[in-house]
């Protein structure tokens, strides 16, 4: 929506006092759709093979959830992928730490902050979620829950994560390249048979990083926003920078508001640009899901990329930068 459009629409609310803010809000939802346009997966960059696997679980029945973490779980696994789960970057001091995040269509999140040694961090931020009174484990805390559900103690640092860490440590430069900057987060949103929404959203974080260094990724309204009356919103890319102006919920309450999937990216994109100088030298990427399966993505730079999974086809969408 623009500026205008929004101030009239504020005016208009405004010219009926009987329609309180909330009543305006609630009247202006995206209204349910049927349910044929569903399921719907869409994912971060070019991961195929996870996009379809969730696609494909989805059509089978599963329910958005699940299949999220599905989809996620298809990278954590990927060795080749040195931004997510096993084979992930380390730290500067050479510890992996992974984080997630996942949320429901029912406003349950979970999410684990730094863990060693486990691989499927989405799934372990859903027992959070599902089997803790809590919603955020961190650390030791999160890999001793880990332990108490069994999940396999696996050392993250391959032998290529470890070689190219080795090699990083002779410069210890700390430039992030955009793009290959170590920053292809999984996040994938989901729409179930039923409609309802759900995402994930699972890294390494930032390559090299402090031991303890946290980004946007496992941070609820950060990394990730569901609302399934309203839609999703998942972000890659630069977490700083994410985590800064809360740009996953910021894009759903845009939508909530009346922004389209894709005015609402870029608005959230226009938030982290228009407090830089210029183009700033790093990447944050966005996608966008509403109730209704209109989708919308922005990216600061050129060479994002996301997944779409939708009447049983998958395709890779090239983003246009801001
Ligand atoms: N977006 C991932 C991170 O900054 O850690």
Same mark, same amino acid.
């Given at each position: ?30 209204k ?6 569903f !399921?719907?997966?869409? $994912?971060t960059?070019?991961f ?34 040195s ?6 970057? +380390? ?9 997630? $995040? ?38 030791k ?6 332990r108490?559900?069994n ?6 640092l ?17 430039? !992030? ?9 999984i996040?994938?949103?989901?729409? @179930?048979?039923?409609g309802n929404?759900?995402?994930a ?8 990083k ?5 980004? @946007? ?28 102006t ?14 389209? !999937?894709?005015?609402? $990216? ?5 938030r ?7 183009? +700033? ?8 899901? @509403? ?5 919308g ?14 009447d ?8 246009? !930068?801001?």
């Amino acid at each position: 929506m623009k500026r205008r459009t929004f101030l009239n629409s504020t005016i208009f609310a405004g010219a009926f006092p009987l329609i309180t803010p909330k009543q305006f809000f609630t009247n202006s939802l995206i209204k349910p759709t049927s349910k044929n346009k569903f !399921p719907i997966s869409i $994912c971060t960059w070019n991961f195929k093979e996870a996009n379809e696997v969730a696609g494909k679980a989805l059509e089978k029945g599963m329910d958005s959830l699940n299949a999220a973490i599905l989809g996620a779980q298809v990278e954590e696994d990927n060795p080749a992928n040195s931004t997510v789960g096993f084979g992930g970057a +380390p730290d500067r001091e050479g510890n992996v730490t992974l984080d997630a $995040c996942v949320m429901d269509h029912k406003k349950n999140c979970g999410a684990v902050l730094a863990v060693e040694n486990v691989v499927h961090v989405a799934s372990l931020a859903r027992d959070v979620m599902e089997k803790t009174p809590h919603v955020i484990l961190t650390g030791k805390g999160a890999e001793s829950f880990a332990r108490s559900l069994n999940y396999p103690s696996t050392v993250l640092l391959t032998k290529e994560s470890k070689k190219a860490w080795e090699k990083w440590k002779k410069e210890a430069a700390y430039e !992030p390249i955009i793009n290959i900057e170590n920053h292809d987060t999984i996040g994938i949103l989901c729409i @179930d048979k039923q409609g309802n929404l759900s995402g994930a959203c699972s890294t390494s974080g930032l390559a090299y990083k402090m031991k303890g260094r946290i980004g @946007d990724s496992p941070i609820i309204g950060a990394g990730l926003f569901i609302d399934n009356e309203v839609g999703g919103a998942v972000a890659t890319g630069m977490g700083e920078e994410v985590v800064k102006t809360v740009g996953s919920f910021l894009i759903v309450e845009l939508m909530r508001q009346g922004y389209t !999937p894709q005015q609402a $990216c870029d608005e959230a994109i226009r938030r982290i640009v228009s407090k830089e100088e210029g183009i +700033p030298n790093f990447q944050v990427a966005y996608i966008a899901i @509403d109730k209704n399966g209109n989708v919308g993505s922005r990216s600061i730079h050129d060479g994002f990329s996301y997944m779409e999974y939708r009447d049983q086809k998958n395709i890779n969408n090239l983003v246009n !930068p801001y």
